[in-house]
């Protein structure tokens, strides 16, 4: 297991980054960014203030801080990367994957629900006018979401290659999970990386081949004991979150379906919530749930260490 933990966390991490096209941007309009940008303001902001009562009475409290930003930025890949970075120990990994399970497996469950219990409210629509009509959602491409695909052995071989070498490379040269995510988006750039097919796939194989193994250093005892602190945690920031995401999104008005791919990128991840789009029937907004996704990923290292450090530095941990 410790293995696994050494050699596939920052690869996977790197691999599923080579899908962070920087031209994607231009699909991007003034609303989806203010719902990305609100999302990920949300989750550090409760993060840190419900982290000065929470970090103090949570062993490695204000490292948990930053898992859970990274988990609510990218989804349980960043939550991985950002322990990894901070040096975390297995057993405090293990209750905060386990503890961000419990919390987050309802919620996403509710997410996916969403679209369709949002639609047919006429409460919500009163109270939330802005929606896309039903021709500006059916302004899409048909093809199938996560489809089968076509991978020859050289695209396995090369994202392999990537991934494990910059992976190694940054570990060599900076003992830091910074570099690993900045090298790998500057990669992602390159014409014949972005040629590559598989990365998600293969990157988040190769993460959950990590994650399975968590789920055997779980005592349920020490479970229900020392990590019912990091639950309450979890829930609490979640729907602090969501709430002031929701008021500011009200705010600004922005149209509810960005809101919940917002939500649902960040928690999740990109290709998570460009399902979203396709089951609610979103055609042309299955790209941009992605765009929106992957960015979320990619931010998650950073502002998820940075909520740690902070919270370690006001609480003297």
């Not at 993060?47 to 948990?64: D, H, Q, S, V």
């Not at 071989?157 to 999970?177: D, H």
């Not at 005592?219 to 020392?226: E, H, M, P, T």
């Not at 791919?261 to 941009?288: E, Q, R, Y």
């Amino acid at each position: 297991y410790s293995a696994l933990s050494t050699y596939c966390v920052t690869p996977a991490i790197s691999i599923c980054l080579l899908s962070m096209n920087m031209r994607e941007l231009k699909k991007l309009n003034r609303e989806p960014v203010i719902a990305l940008v609100s999302a990920i303001f949300s989750v550090c902001f409760i993060a840190i203030i419900l982290g000065l009562f929470f970090a103090p009475r949570i062993t490695e409290g204000w490292k948990c801080a930053g898992m859970f930003v990274g988990t609510s930025t990218g989804g349980t890949p960043n939550l991985t990367a950002i322990a990894t970075g901070l040096d975390c120990s297995r057993e405090t990994l293990a209750a905060a994957n386990a503890a961000d399970y419990v919390v987050s497996t309802p919620l996403m469950v509710f997410l996916f629900a969403a679209p369709a219990i949002l639609k047919a409210s006429k409460r919500w629509n009163k109270l939330w006018p802005y929606q896309f009509t039903k021709e500006e959602l059916d302004d899409g491409e048909d093809e199938p979401l996560m489809s089968d695909k076509r991978w020859s052995i050289r695209d396995i071989a090369w994202l392999l290659t990537i991934g494990f070498g910059v992976s190694f490379v940054c570990t060599v040269i900076a003992q830091s999970i910074f570099p690993d995510t900045t090298v790998s988006i500057g990669l992602a750039q390159l014409k014949p990386v972005q040629k590559l097919r598989g990365n998600l796939d293969l990157g988040l194989f190769i993460s959950l081949t990590f994650l399975a193994t968590i789920g055997f250093a779980v005592d349920l005892q020490q479970f229900i004991g020392s990590a019912l602190m990091m639950t309450l945690y979890v829930l609490f920031m979640l729907v602090g979150c969501i709430v002031l995401h929701l008021i500011i999104c009200r705010i600004f008005k922005i149209k509810y379906e960005y809101v919940i791919l917002s939500m649902v990128g960040c928690i999740v991840d990109g290709p998570t919530s460009s399902l979203t789009a396709a089951g609610a029937d979103w055609k042309s907004l299955i790209n941009v749930g992605l765009i929106m996704g992957v960015i979320a990923g990619a931010c998650g290292n950073y502002v998820g260490i940075f909520v740690s450090y902070v919270i370690k530095g006001i609480c003297g941990l």
